[in-house]
Each structure stands twice: as structure tokens, then as C-alpha cells.
């Protein structure tokens, strides 16, 4: 039976991947067995989508649970939830920098930093071998998103690997992924805690609503995320053949994939009067059309004396996060993006927590 099996193996190498016996064990890459995962939610405490999944998973956590993996679903921001508010004092989202994990506990400490504290000692320390594994963050967002994946590391084998089964699971309904890695803009996400940050974002939903269709993406997502998990993790499947997702898991190892990113450029506010007021909103013809392309001349804002302000850009860029209501108090219209594509190596487990079976 055993030859059999590596006979069935080598004939759909062959077939699937010409190439695949060129390539040796030393270019692929090695990555520890995922075990803890965090799946939060309510980070931001009128995003609804994350707070009602992540309060009946506490309360039945079947669908989540995968054989040998801790999965535990926890609410971030709770006080935020209570008054379905953004946030209390400051963006949690935004203060898991070294500073603000790093500051005394005092009286008048902003209740999101000390927060933060707190999640870092549970599912931390940020940067360490005893950080979870994988964070999932579960986001909404107003702007007219679809169903998003957030990266933050494009040399991150792992993550890249897991969104190309995510989006293949998802086909043909698309699921774009924003690469939020740049030089100079650092968001200090609450995922960041984990070796492996991943931010879901679904919309369009209104603050402090819940729609049914905005859920179920968000679960589907999160689903397919355990599901890639649990497959790396048993690392012993000598042939895998999955038809649906037209994926081929031969082996111990997933072969190198590529995946379409955006990739965060720059932020750009509203147009404002000296006195700092919006005196423009975004034109009708951009409103809800995240990660379409933008070219130069195209209508940006519209003011309110009907002045249309084009575009002006010597290259096609992808706005989104259009019009995103949180981003108002950030002075930030839409967030430009370019197109670039991620290539992850062949993954697999490190030789010594492969199976032997």
C-alpha cells in the first residue's frame, strides 16, 4: 500500500507540478505548528460583526474548534461594547507600540492603553516565543470593503499562504487584502500581539448595526482560516486533493503561491478651509467604489458650491477605506493603494514536528 501511495504521489507531482521535484527541501520554508490562536472581536466596540460572533462562540465554540489547536475567542474592548462606542479614552487599535506597553500604570492612564497592557500580558508579550500564534482581529467598516483581509508583514510565508486558500475557498466571490507595511505609517495594531497579525474587515455596515450578509463573510473567513490551520498543522497527508478549492496539498509541504495585494501608499484627508473645516465630500463617482482604479483626472471630491476636484496622480491607484465614517476624527477622505503581488516559499513544518505516522 505504501508504494502505491508513492506512486499516486509522484504521478501527480508530474501532473500538477512539472517542476515540483526541483525544488529542494532547503528552499522551502520551515514554520513552527500553529497552537493558540486568539480570535478577537469589539476592538472597536460599535463594529457589531466581531462582538455577536466572538460572544456565541464563547458560549458555543464547536464551529471554531479544530483537533489540537486552543482557539480562544475574547472580547478586546468591552467597555466600548457596553456603550457601543468606538472607544472609551483612545483607538485600542492604535496603542500596542512600546511606549504605550511599556507605560506606568497610573490613576489617570487612558482605559484603551491599560487595556492594552492587559491583552498583551494574556495573549503576549508582543515579539515573544510565548505570543499566540495567529490573531484574527475582526473589523467593520462603513466603507464599501467587501469581505477584507489585512496584512501587515509581506514576508510572512504564512499569512500569505493561509489568504491563498482563504480567497480560493471564497471564489468566485472576491476577497481583496490591504497590505497595511510601510516605512513611515505604523498602526500598532491589537493583533500585532501575534507572531501572526491578520485584521478581517467587512462592510459596508453602519456603526452599532449588524447586517446578516456582513456576518456571515466575516465567518467565512475565519472558518477557512482554522481550516488552513488544521491542515498545515497535521503536516502528514501524503496526497491531498481538494476539487473545489482546485488546490493540492501533496506531501508535508504547501507549494509556493502568489497572492494580489494592495499595498497602503498614503493617506488623503478632505479638502479643508484655513480653519480646518471639510468644505468637500467625496464625489458621487467614487463613493463605494473601494479597490477600483483611480486615474489622473478622475472626480475626487465634490465641494459644496459644486466645484468637482479631479484626481491628479501620475499613476492608477486603488482607493479604499472610502469615506470610512471612524477615519473622519483621523482626517482621512480614503486610503491610496497600488496592486503588487506576494509570492510565499513552499510551507511546511520544521522536519522535527512532522509526523512520522
Request: aromatic residues 8%; contains cysteine.
Amino acid at each position: 500500500m505504501r508504494r502505491k501511495t508513492l506512486l499516486l504521489e509522484r504521478i501527480c507531482f508530474g501532473f500538477f507540478f512539472p517542476q515540483r521535484e526541483k525544488l529542494s527541501l532547503s528552499m522551502s520554508s520551515p514554520c513552527a505548528r500553529v497552537r493558540r490562536v486568539g480570535l478577537f472581536g469589539g476592538t472597536h466596540g460599535n463594529e457589531l460583526s466581531g462582538v455577536l460572533l466572538v460572544r456565541h462562540w464563547q458560549q458555543d465554540g464547536a464551529e471554531i474548534q479544530r483537533a489540537g489547536l486552543e482557539v480562544k475567542p475574547f472580547l478586546t474592548n468591552p467597555r466600548a461594547v457596553e456603550r457601543c462606542t468606538r472607544y472609551i479614552d483612545c483607538d485600542l487599535n492604535r496603542v500596542f507600540d512600546p511606549e504605550s506597553l511599556g507605560r506606568p500604570v497610573v490613576e489617570d492612564i487612558p482605559y484603551e492603553v491599560r487595556r492594552a497592557q492587559e491583552i498583551n500580558h494574556i495573549f503576549g508579550p508582543k515579539g515573544s516565543d510565548d505570543a499566540y500564534d495567529l490573531i484574527f482581529d475582526l473589523h467593520n467598516t462603513t466603507s464599501n470593503m467587501g469581505g477584507t483581509i489585512i496584512l501587515e508583514n509581506s514576508r510572512d510565508d504564512f499569512t500569505i499562504q493561509m489568504v491563498h486558500y482563504i480567497k480560493n475557498a471564497l471564489a468566485p466571490e472576491p476577497c481583496p487584502v490591504l497590505l497595511i507595511e510601510h516605512p513611515s505609517l505604523k498602526y500598532a495594531t491589537t493583533r500585532s500581539v501575534a507572531k501572526h497579525p491578520v485584521g478581517v474587515e467587512v462592510g459596508p455596515q453602519p456603526q452599532g448595526v449588524a447586517r446578516a450578509d456582513v456576518l456571515d463573510k466575516m465567518r467565512k473567513i475565519v472558518k477557512h482560516g482554522l481550516d488552513f490551520v488544521q491542515l498545515f498543522n497535521e503536516g502528514n497527508a501524503v496526497f491531498h486533493l481538494d476539487i473545489k478549492l482546485h488546490l493540492f496539498f501533496l506531501g508535508k509541504e504547501f507549494p509556493p503561491c502568489t497572492v494580489e495585494v494592495f499595498k497602503i501608499m498614503e493617506k488623503v484627508d478632505y479638502p479643508r478651509n484655513k480653519n480646518g473645516e471639510i468644505i468637500a465630500v467625496i464625489h458621487p463617482q467614487l463613493q463605494d467604489q473601494d479597490w477600483q482604479p483611480l486615474k489622473n483626472g478622475d472626480p475626487l471630491f465634490l465641494t459644496l458650491d459644486g466645484e468637482v476636484i479631479p484626481y491628479q496622480g501620475n499613476c492608477t491607484v486603488y482607493p479604499t477605506f472610502i469615506n470610512e465614517a471612524a477615519y473622519y476624527e483621523k482626517k482621512q477622505a480614503f486610503v491610496k493603494t497600488e496592486k503588487i503581488k506576494l509570492t510565499a516559499k513552499p510551507l511546511r513544518l520544521p522536519v522535527s514536528e512532522q509526523s512520522t505516522s
